[in-house]
């Protein structure tokens, strides 16, 4: 662990014991998130495909796009420009309020209805979370994506595989990015030799989608390990 992944472990050490939780959206003390905040995010599911917006249902990727796309459709549990979600978010990712991964997990949960399920062989279902690179692991300690698959696995009592998908190439966060550079991207993924995919449907979990292309290219090194459905369920969409 380099020195600066411990300045920053002390850090949040350090903000833990000498200051009070805080809510992420409006300050007020004592709770991650307040019931206040809580209330004021709305789950609104999916009805369009991700890469083109036309309607479909659950979120599908529509047959027009299927054919240039690997990622099978896409669930977001709430919209992005939700004002109190978007705070909870950066609070999370970048000032490192793990915490609030239980709390938004949650939402992600009850997103998943039984008509979600429907879309998909449950049965034959395992979550992969989005990985993080290695560096970015160690700098914020966890993983986001992980956290809100887990709560996923725990809630249906679905298998969860953390370490079969992995980052080998080292992206600059997608939010300082253009929608064109965000399309441009080379294929960061690889899937480590196993046959635990063949046949599967693949659960894949992020917190928020955008052009939805770092879950396609992840969908496209799923099904080229054998995976026979991959759909993503995300936190957010925007």
Not at 122 to 128: E, G, L, S, Y
Not at 155 to 160: G, I
Not at 170 to 186: I, V
Not at 211 to 225: S, Y
């Amino acid at each position: 662990m380099t020195i600066r992944s411990h300045a920053v472990r002390l850090l949040r050490f350090a903000q833990d014991v000498v200051f009070p939780y805080t809510c992420a959206a409006c300050g007020v003390e004592g709770e991650v998130l307040c019931a206040a905040c809580r209330s004021s995010i709305t789950l609104s599911g999916s009805g369009e495909c991700v890469f083109c917006g036309d309607a479909s249902v659950g979120g599908a990727t529509c047959d027009t796009c299927h054919g240039a796309h690997a990622l099978d459709g896409l669930t977001a549990a709430a919209a992005y420009h939700n004002a109190v979600l978007r705070a909870s978010i950066g609070r999370w990712k970048y000032h490192f309020q793990a915490l609030l991964g239980e709390v938004l997990g949650g939402y992600v949960v009850r997103s998943l209805t039984p008509a979600f399920w429907s879309l998909m062989d449950r049965t034959n279902a395992i979550v992969i979370p989005i990985p993080l690179h290695p560096y970015r692991l160690r700098y914020r300690g966890f993983n986001q994506a992980e956290q809100l698959a887990r709560a996923i696995g725990e809630a249906y009592a679905l298998p969860v595989s953390c370490d079969i998908l992995v980052r080998f190439r080292l992206h600059r966060s997608q939010a300082h990015k253009t929608h064109e550079k965000r399309l441009a991207l080379k294929n960061p993924f690889k899937v480590l030799p196993s046959d635990i995919l063949i046949g599967k449907t693949v659960v894949l979990v992020d917190d928020v989608a955008t052009t939805g292309t770092t879950l396609d290219h992840a969908a496209a090194v799923l099904k080229q390990a054998g995976s026979a459905c991959v759909w993503s369920v995300t936190l957010a969409k925007g």
